[in-house]
Structures are given as C-alpha cells and as structure tokens.
C-alpha cells in the first residue's frame, strides 16, 4: 500500500474508532436533539450514523482485518468510556449492529460501493438503534428519531461519495 493510500486508511479508521466515545458523550452531556419531522433522538444519533458510514469507507481503504480490529476496539472504548449507565447498552449495540453491517456489507462489496453502504447501513441503523434504546432507555419511544437521524447521515454520506464518484469517471475520461 502506498503511503498516501495507508495515511488516508489509518485516518478513517482512526475517525471511525473516534465516533464511539463522541457518539457516548454527547448522550450523556446533551441530551435529545431534533432529527426532522419533529422528531427527536439522543444526541448521538448523528456521530453513529456517521460511524456506520466510516466503517464502510475504512473496509475499503484498509481491510477486512483493520475494520474487524476497529470494532473490537470501538467496543472496548464504548464499554471503558462511557458513563457507567451506557456502558453496557453502547457497547452491546455498537459491538452487534456494526458486525451486522460488516456482515451485509461484505457480499455486496461487488455491487458497488454505495450498494453495499445503503444496505449494510440500513440494517446497521436498525440493529443499533433498537439495541441501544432498549438497552439504554428501556423503552423504544426515540426508535423514528433515531432511525431517522442515523439515515440522514448514510443519504448525505452516499450523495458526497456518488459526487466523489462521478467526478473520479469523468477525470478518468478526460
């Protein structure tokens, strides 16, 4: 791997791994933000959404080895820094639901990327979110807020990575 290709790696990778204590502190410190349609979720729904996203874009930069890493280490730091309240709940879901998204996302690889980051996130979103809330909160009630927060983030993502993508094509046939 080149130097530049293993920088931009290890920085996603890095972002990627930073999103789990960022996602745990702002639920502790914040509270619910709006989402849209007013609706309303704990203040990490963005940074996770944002996670879900990063984990995709770290596979295809490091490896299937790294993101696996990444994981056991964003799981080890959600379990170590968060509150003691989340520690349980952040880990437990952050641990499944990206294990889930690795595990839809690996066979669509083929597809495309964005095939691939729209349906592993979708189920990713969705593990997460009920995980977490459940466990956290003991109750579903922020379920369509955080669901939909998460899937503005995976939209926004897609829409900057198809631009990405289509100025790359028409580089390429320049």
Known sequence: MNP???LAAAGLLAAYIATIPASNWLVAHVGAVPVGFAYTAPAGVYT???ALVLRDLA????GRAAVVAAIAVGAVLSWWLA?????VASAAAF???ETMDFVVYEPLRKRGLLVAM???NAVGLLVDSLLFLWLAFGSLAYLPG???GKAWMTVAAGAVIALLQRARRAEVAA
């Open 118 to 120: 729209l349906a592993s």
């Open 83 to 87: 509150d003691p309240g989340l520690a």
């Open 95 to 97: 641990a499944v639901a």
């Open 48 to 50: 996770v959404g944002l």
């Open 59 to 62: 596979r295809e930069a490091a």
């Open 146 to 148: 955080q669901l939909l």
């Open 4 to 6: 530049r290709r293993a």
